[in-house]
């Protein structure tokens, strides 16, 4: 968990604590409005769960760490089949350390992303192929 001083000039002080919860939400929201994503991919339990209700789960299949009030994100995706890989996952980047540090104030060191499958996109049959390893 990660804490913050109330450094303003108002007359109240305290702490500010933001739970890892908190913050794989933010990443795994920023993950799948990047453009060329499939899905986050998380583990086999996760995907269950989230069948089941009926509900995203966007902590599943990120990974943070926060130390001293600065988080390492660690992300598993997957591409939609045709997309550049290697671009799609510099904007998964990008759009995860902006949205951590614009909603938290903390500092991103690190946005780890590791490709683990493709994902063809919809198709007229209501029907996808998935591709992983």
Do not use: H, P, W
């Not at 799609?88 to 980047?93: E, F, G, I, K, R």
């Not at 909603?103 to 490709?115: A, D, E, I, Q, Y």
């Amino acid at each position: 968990m990660s804490e913050t001083e109330n450094k303003s000039n108002n007359r109240l002080s305290g702490q500010i604590q933001i739970s890892d919860g908190v913050i794989e939400v933010i990443a795994g929201t920023a993950v799948v409005k990047t453009e060329g994503i499939a899905a986050l991919a998380g583990n086999f339990a996760g995907g269950i769960i989230e069948k089941i209700s009926n509900k995203k789960n966007y902590s599943n299949g990120i990974d943070i760490i926060v130390e001293d009030n600065i988080v390492t994100v660690n992300v598993g995706v997957l591409i939609y089949f045709g997309r550049k890989i290697y671009e799609t996952a510099l904007d998964v980047q990008k759009n995860v350390k902006t949205a951590i540090e614009n909603m938290t104030g903390l500092k991103v060191s690190g946005v780890n992303v590791n490709v683990v499958g493709l994902e063809y996109e919809k198709c007229n049959s209501n029907e996808t192929i998935s591709e992983t390893e």
